[in-house]
């Protein structure tokens, strides 16, 4: 037999580096910036193959959401791949997606009916854009071709998705490529004008909203947010009060509300669905990320008898929605799940989160009167500190400067997994930490901001 390969940090990476591409990532920076082969993970740590460990402060791109390897998690998926692995939902069913389905139909806000599950985020915000776009069509109103987002959100990066995304960095070189929305004002309160309350930013953003749609609502199919936090995009937050005033103006214009808590579902911001706190029902939501407690890939859309209704028909009608993916409600990944629905469901999840949030508020306060901080904000357990060359004037640091990249080094010579989005250092960590955890977290950062701006 040949002998084993070498299993250090330097070997893993060198045999990486030879013969991979990895996400949102320029591999040039790899000639200077250490890549990290992770070799297992239990809850908040992640453990590289040198012995080296990092508190995973990001729930690895915002998905393990009860930790790595949670134990019932573990012990479901062993128990499933012990009857079926995987068998295509056209023509078949099985009862992890049903069993699913039925949970999140009986979660989800009321008047949500149907579920419709992809692969990932960006794909269950393809699944809504045509479901909206065909929804329409199937109801003779084909002038119904355009989508209205907010500036400065995020909802993924295939065409359909990046066409409603507003981050530049992202959507500037495929523009010829993509759809052309609108965009409407985000109702972020980092944005308020001086003396200017959550609730009044929300109120002026509404009205510019409203101005919009009196122009466009007759070629518009649906609007498209990110409920309370925008996340990519900076982890913007605005107040639930545009979400109640939004669906109002849906409503009034007869236009669909997609809601993508891809990030913001599954307790994130302090209940379970985002959407609750505006007290409202989407005609979509669009879920995933935390769906599997970040074990395996799958998305839903839960959407309303109505729109199920619009493409219910005999098949020579050309009615039918006839999108699919090959792991379309792989059994694997419903079943892990339903074992994350069951956390929320045995423990008192949201009641702990709480708990932890305020515990993240009070660490936090040391950063609030820094003078390169702009702003610190948070939702629930969603944090994000905004490093800014003046703290007066907001001016922010050139983004060629890379000060948030300054902020992952000191994090990994630390133990810790910060991952900045530009010059915005956020937390999202994983339910199970602990509040020691959390102060740890916090003081590691502020080092790191410390070391950045200096």
């Known amino acids: 037999m040949p002998a084993p390969l070498p299993r250090s940090n330097a070997a893993l990476a060198a045999r990486d580096l030879a013969v991979l591409w990895h996400p949102c990532t320029q591999m040039h920076d790899h000639e200077t910036l250490p890549l990290l082969p992770i070799v297992r993970a239990e809850g908040v740590w992640l453990f590289d193959a040198d012995g080296g460990r990092y508190l995973d402060a990001v729930s690895s791109w915002w998905t393990n959401v009860f930790g790595h390897r949670h134990p019932r998690i573990v012990a479901a998926l062993k128990r499933q791949l012990d009857t079926l692995d995987h068998v295509m939902l056209a023509g078949f069913t099985h009862e992890p997606a049903l069993e699913l389905a039925e949970a999140l139909v009986a979660l989800a806000p009321p008047g949500l009916a149907r579920v419709f599950y992809a692969d990932n985020g960006s794909s269950a915000i393809e699944v809504a854009l045509k479901m909206s776009f065909h929804y329409w069509r199937n109801l003779g109103r084909g002038a119904k071709q355009r989508f209205i987002a907010l500036s400065g959100s995020y909802h993924g990066e295939t065409l359909g998705a990046l066409s409603v995304t507003d981050v530049p960095l992202y959507r500037d070189t495929y523009s010829p490529l993509l759809l052309q929305p609108l965009f409407a004002p985000s109702p972020d309160t980092y944005l308020a004008e001086p003396g200017e309350t959550a609730a009044e930013v929300a109120t002026r953003r509404l009205a510019e909203l409203r101005a919009l749609l009196e122009q466009h609502a007759e070629e518009t199919c649906a609007v498209i947010v990110e409920p309370l936090v925008q996340c990519a995009g900076g982890m913007r937050m605005y107040d639930p009060s545009y979400l109640r005033g939004l669906r109002a103006l849906c409503d009034e214009f007869d236009v669909h509300l997609i809601a993508d808590e891809i990030a913001v579902g599954f307790g994130r911001t302090g209940t379970l669905f985002a959407c609750e706190q505006g007290g409202i029902t989407p005609d979509f939501l669009c879920l995933s990320k935390g769906l599997t407690g970040g074990t395996l890939p799958l998305s839903a859309v839960v959407t309303t008898e109505a729109v199920y209704a619009a493409f219910?028909?005999?098949?020579?009608?050309?009615?039918?929605?006839?999108?699919?993916?090959?792991?379309?409600?792989?059994?694997?990944?419903?079943?892990?799940?339903?074992?994350?629905?069951?956390?929320?469901?045995?423990?008192?999840?949201?009641?702990?989160?709480?708990?932890?949030?305020?515990?993240?508020?009070?660490?936090?306060?040391?950063?609030?009167?820094?003078?390169?901080?702009?702003?610190?904000?948070?939702?629930?357990?969603?944090?994000?500190?905004?490093?800014?060359r003046d703290r007066a004037t907001r001016e922010p640091?050139?983004?060629?400067?890379?000060?948030?990249?300054?902020?992952?080094?000191?994090?990994?010579?630390?133990?810790?997994?910060?991952?900045?989005?530009?010059?915005?250092?956020?937390?999202?960590?994983?339910?199970?930490?602990?509040?020691?955890?959390?102060?740890?977290?916090?003081?590691?950062?502020?080092?790191?901001?410390?070391a950045a701006v200096g």
Do not use: W
Not at 415 to 435: D, S, T
């Open 312 to 388: 219910y028909a005999e098949y020579a009608s050309g009615k039918a929605f006839l999108h699919s993916h090959s792991y379309t409600g792989n059994a694997l990944a419903c079943r892990a799940a339903l074992a994350t629905l069951e956390l929320f469901r045995d423990e008192p999840v949201l009641a702990r989160n709480r708990e932890l949030a305020a515990v993240l508020a009070r660490e936090l306060d040391a950063l609030r009167d820094h003078p390169q901080v702009g702003d610190v904000r948070q939702t629930g357990l969603i944090a994000a500190v905004e490093l800014v």
């Open 397 to 450: 640091f050139p983004a060629a400067e890379r000060r948030g990249l300054r902020v992952y080094r000191h994090g990994l010579a630390h133990e810790m997994l910060l991952r900045p989005l530009g010059n915005v250092v956020y937390f999202m960590p994983p339910y199970v930490i602990e509040p020691g955890q959390i102060a740890a977290m916090i003081r590691v950062a502020r080092d790191g901001i410390a």
